[in-house]
């Protein structure tokens, strides 16, 4: 049993910088990597970002390369999703999920993603 609980969410404008925070509770979450996905209104989750539990493995999808940088802090507890160059398509509720099993699974490179967040809204203006 391990909590999820996003935050930094908001409305900026194209162009601009957001940095996304998830902060764990409960039990520990070990050596699990964690990662970002994303969902718009009608569509399916989508994966965004993950990293290995040192940190010096990361994947990112296509559309974010370059724009997005994920990081963490194990000390702390938490992960960081910075989100540079926003651009309206990345509006969506963005997730926070850590690798284990789940009743609710998506694999990405072979790493289940199966413990969630309840999210938080990124909404970019035009």
């Known amino acids: 049993q391990v909590q999820l609980v996003e935050s930094g969410g908001g409305l900026v404008q194209a162009g601009g910088s957001l940095r996304l925070s998830c902060a764990t509770s409960g039990r520990t979450i070990g050596r699990s990597a964690m990662a970002w996905f994303r969902q718009a209104p009608g569509k399916d989750r989508e994966f965004v970002a993950y990293?290995?539990?040192?940190?010096?493995?990361?994947y990112y999808a296509d559309s974010v390369k370059g724009r997005f940088t994920i990081s963490r802090d194990n000390a702390k507890n938490t992960v960081y999703l910075q989100m540079n160059s926003l651009k309206p398509e990345d509006t969506a509720i963005y997730y926070c999920?850590?690798?284990?099993?789940?009743?609710?699974?998506?694999?990405?490179?072979?790493?289940?993603?199966?413990?969630w967040g309840q999210g938080t809204q990124v909404t970019v203006s035009s």
């Open positions: 990293i290995s539990w040192t940190g010096a493995g990361t």
């Open positions: 999920a850590a690798e284990g099993s789940g009743s609710y699974s998506i694999t990405i490179n072979g790493r289940n993603f199966g413990s």
